[in-house]
């Protein structure tokens, strides 16, 4: 369904683009509703207004039914203070930045604003995020479920409490990237082995995506899946004993907590900040 609204992004990086071009390609909002602007880099914002016709000059956050503020928590209490005048409680504001807390962002624009924290991923441009969400103190449940509509449509969305936001970074934000590093690694390998790279990084990505349905789609549990692969003494019996050998399997439970203790400490200066 096409929602009527109109959405201005404060922040123009990969993660805005992702959001953007899932919107447009998923027909959520039309891309002449659609308002994006950033703090110095004029050349990208007409780079995405070439790729998807959307609106780059006189951005009036006044007016935008939506306001997503995507940039980094560093730039954050700017932008905050640049649209504190100017928005209202009848407005939406989602912020996708990460480790800030809702209630940082409410004591910044004063007044009583619906902000609604998410954590997508990149997957959004392709309709396939994992998105979290949750409200904040004063947003209501239409403002909740319309965003739900908006992310729902890039992918799947999981309302979840805020406490949580750190975590869901590191299964879900910023897992792409393990992903991807995981699939370097075996296009290296198959390289190596004498495979074309050309062949290599598709079958590699299809069976992440295939691996990715038969988890989503059958009841098994990992455990079970995994025996349905390996045979007693078989190569991937042997595989999976290398990956243990060499630490893979601790490499990825610690690569999920050193994000999530990072997501944390960047959290802390806006959490000192509202005790003050
Ligand atoms: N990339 C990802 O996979 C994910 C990112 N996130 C979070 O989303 C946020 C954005 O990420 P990403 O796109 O990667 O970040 P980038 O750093 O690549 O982009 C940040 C953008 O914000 C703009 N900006 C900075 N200050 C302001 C301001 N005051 N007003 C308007 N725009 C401003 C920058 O403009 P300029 O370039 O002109 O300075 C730039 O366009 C971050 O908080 C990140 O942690 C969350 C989930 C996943
Ligand atoms: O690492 C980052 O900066 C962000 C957090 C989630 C994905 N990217």
Not at 4 to 28: C, R, T, V
Not at 57 to 83: R, T
Not at 195 to 208: D, E, G, N
């Amino acid at each position: 369904m096409t929602l009527n609204q109109s959405i201005a992004f404060l922040g123009a990086g990969p993660m805005a683009e992702a959001i953007i071009s899932g919107i447009i390609n998923k027909q959520i909002i039309p891309a002449p509703h659609i308002f994006v602007q950033n703090h110095h880099n004029k050349e990208r914002l007409l780079d995405l207004r070439n790729k998807y016709h959307i609106n780059i000059d006189n951005v009036e956050i006044e007016k935008a039914d939506i306001i997503v503020l995507a940039m980094q928590p560093k730039h954050l209490e700017q932008a905050l203070l640049s649209i504190k005048n100017k928005v209202t409680s009848d407005q939406v504001i989602i912020s996708v930045v990460t480790s800030v807390n809702t209630s940082y962002m409410e004591e910044c624009l004063g007044g009583q604003p619906q902000m609604i924290r998410v954590m997508p991923n990149t997957s959004s441009m392709v309709g396939e995020s994992a998105t979290a969400l949750s409200a904040g103190a004063y947003t209501s449940k239409d403002s909740v479920a319309l965003a739900m509509e908006i992310f729902r449509g890039i992918g799947e969305v999981y309302q979840i409490e805020e406490k949580h936001m750190d975590i869901f970074t590191g299964i879900a934000g910023s897992a792409p990237a393990f992903f991807y590093a995981l699939m370097e690694q075996m296009e290296q390998a198959a390289v190596e082995e004498g495979l074309p790279k050309s062949i290599a990084r598709y079958a590699i990505a299809q069976t992440v995506f295939g691996s990715a349905k038969m988890v989503l789609e059958q009841e098994e549990s990992f455990a079970e899946l995994i025996k349905n692969v390996a045979a007693p003494n078989g190569p991937t019996a042997k595989g999976l004993e290398a990956l243990e050998a060499f630490g893979g399997n601790k490499a990825i439970i610690e690569a999920v907590k050193a994000t999530v203790e990072r997501s944390k400490e960047m959290g802390e200066p806006f959490v000192k900040v509202l005790s003050k």
